[in-house]
């Protein structure tokens, strides 16, 4: 059965850092798309960034320029870097992946979340 963990969230001051990391694991075939989501409270899921299996990125607009999003595929991980982050930035952030199983089935799955906060 696959599974997402991810970790690295946590408490940081406006302008500061965090890098966010998610691995699969389980009987994997084949990661397609690598992504981050992010939902504050009140708010639906956004997109924040994705990542295809060429390396090829794309970023919601308002993290372009702060955040990088880069996959390690021998390890099955994908890290989100957040550089100069904001108090808007603060939100659960989830990791999901497309990718298929030895049954060689695409399926979405997601982590559990972690919580990034951004204050002073």
């Known amino acids: 059965q696959v599974q997402l963990v991810e970790s690295g969230g946590g408490l940081v001051q406006p302008g500061g850092s965090l890098r966010l990391s998610c691995a699969a694991s389980?009987?994997?075939?084949?990661?397609?798309?690598m992504g981050w989501y992010r939902q504050a409270p009140g708010k639906q899921r956004e997109l924040v960034a994705v990542?295809?299996?060429?390396?090829?990125?794309n970023y919601a607009d308002s993290v372009k320029g702060r955040f990088t999003i880069s996959r390690d595929n021998a390890k099955n991980t994908v890290h989100l870097q957040m550089n100069n982050l904001k108090p808007e930035d603060t939100a659960v952030y989830y990791c999901?992946?497309?990718?298929?199983?030895?049954?060689?089935?695409?399926?979405?799955?997601w982590g559990q979340g972690t919580q990034v906060t951004v204050s002073s």
């Open positions: 389980g009987t994997i075939f084949r990661i397609a798309t």
């Open positions: 990542i295809g299996s060429g390396g090829s990125a």
């Open positions: 999901n992946q497309f990718l298929a199983d030895n049954s060689r089935t695409y399926r979405n799955y």
